[in-house]
Nanobody
């Protein structure tokens, strides 16, 4: 009953920018933390950035100063502004959210992923 849909991925040259969006919809009572993960081929999924419902933010060291996570609670949407992109940022980016639904179940939900490719 809960769906997360990412958008905004694509191909960009090194030094370029992209803005990812993830909208949560369905039988949502409360959305707690929302986060962006990424997984490159042959590598484990890693946390990129996370933001709580209260606005507390954490970034992985490799993106600090370049990426900005934000959320719009009215739209139930989380964003990831990615600037000065590097080739090592190439990965499938996944949106995740911790959500309580109308049946009072608290669980983690995932989007389908959006491809980000940084290449010349």
């Amino acid at each position: 009953q809960v769906q997360l849909v990412e958008s905004g991925g694509g191909l960009v040259q090194p030094g370029g920018s992209l803005r990812l969006s993830c909208a949560a919809s369905g039988s949502i009572y409360v959305t707690y933390a929302m986060a962006w993960y990424r997984q490159a081929p042959g590598k484990q999924r890693e946390l990129v950035a996370a933001i709580t419902s209260g606005g507390r933010i954490n970034y992985t060291d490799s993106v600090k100063g370049r990426f900005t996570i934000s959320r719009d609670n009215a739209k139930n949407t989380v964003y990831l502004q990615m600037n000065n992109l590097k080739s090592e940022d190439t990965a499938v980016y996944y949106c995740g959210a911790n959500i309580v639904d109308f049946s009072n179940r608290r669980d983690d939900y995932w989007g389908q992923g959006t491809q980000v490719t940084v290449s010349s």
